[in-house]
C-alpha cells in the first residue's frame, strides 16, 4: 500500500471512530448541546479565521458555544496545551459536551496521538467535531 493510501485509510478509519463517539454523546443529551471551538495556531498566527470555521459549523447544526479559545504553540503534543487542557476539564465536569475544531490539525497530525486524544475525550464522557473531516488534511 502506497504512503498516500495507507493516510488515507488511516485518516478514514479515524474519522468513523470520532463521528461515532460524537453521535453517542449527541444522542445521549437531549436538551441543548453545548461545545468549546478550539483551534491550534502559530506564535504569530491569527486564530480568528479557523475559530470561524468551526463557528460556522456549529451555526449550521444549532450547537451552542460555551466557550472559544485557541493555543498559540503550534504542533506541540496535545497534552502540553494549557487551553485544550482547560477544555478537556470542562468536559470532565460535563459543562461541555465536546470541543469542536476547524481540523484534525488542531489536535494532532500524528495518528497514534490523535486517536489517543480521542480516546481521552471519549473517556471523559465528550465527543470532537470537526468542520474539516479527516480525510481532508
Known amino acids: 500500500m502506497t504512503t498516500a493510501l495507507h493516510r488515507y485509510a488511516a485518516a478514514s478509519r479515524l474519522g468513523l471512530l470520532r463521528r461515532a463517539q460524537l453521535e453517542t454523546v449527541l444522542r445521549r443529551e437531549s436538551g441543548e448541546k453545548r461545545i468549546a471551538l478550539y483551534v491550534l495556531v502559530g506564535s504569530r498566527q ?34 502540553t496545551r494549557p487551553q485544550l487542557a482547560r477544555l478537556l476539564a470542562a468536559a470532565r465536569r460535563r459543562e461541555i459536551h465536546g470541543i469542536l475544531a476547524a481540523s484534525r490539525l488542531d489536535i494532532s497530525d500524528d495518528d497514534k496521538e490523535y486517536e489517543a486524544m480521542l480516546e481521552h475525550i471519549r473517556t471523559l464522557g465528550a465527543g470532537l467535531a470537526l468542520a474539516r473531516e479527516e480525510n481532508v488534511l
Do not use: E, K, S, Y
Not at 479565521?49 to 451555526?59: D, E, F, K, S
Not at 458555544?65 to 506541540?76: K, L, N, S
Open 46 to 79: 491569527d486564530p480568528a479565521p479557523r475559530l470561524a470555521a468551526a463557528q460556522a459549523l456549529a451555526t449550521r447544526l444549532g450547537w451552542t458555544v460555551a466557550d472559544r479559545t485557541f493555543d498559540a504553540t503550534g504542533p506541540t503534543d496535545p497534552a
